[in-house]
Nanobody
């Protein structure tokens, strides 16, 4: 089993920055075998993939956040981060951490990010 807990959301003005984190706990082998992603869901909209990093370290980003957001894992590979710069009001959403592998698909509870204009 893998447990995910997000933190770091909040209220920020447009143009500002936030770093949201996702702490993973459980089997170290499992955690290091997983691909990771950040998704977001705004009110009335479908959940969308924002950024992802594979178990091998390959990253990809939604076009809407390229050049502004960076996904990375810490050296111990137990915390996933999303550094968000140049935030826009349209980035407002609940951000969810996801980890998936052949043995399961895991989600955190989400953290609210609100960007004021």
């Amino acid at each position: 089993q893998v447990q995910l807990v997000e933190s770091g959301g909040g209220l920020v003005q447009a143009g500002g920055s936030l770093n949201v984190s996702c702490a993973a706990s459980g089997s170290t082998f499992n955690i290091n075998s997983m691909g990771w992603g950040w998704y977001r869901q705004a009110p009335g909209k479908q959940r969308e993939l924002v950024a992802a990093v594979s178990s091998g370290g390959t990253t990809n980003y939604a076009d809407s956040v390229k050049g502004r957001f960076t996904i990375f894992r810490d050296n111990a590979k137990t915390t996933l981060h999303l550094q968000m710069n140049s935030l826009k009001p349209e980035d407002t959403a609940v951000y969810h951490c996801n980890g998936k592998a052949w043995f399961g698909d895991y989600w955190g509870q989400g953290t609210q990010v609100t960007v004021s204009s």
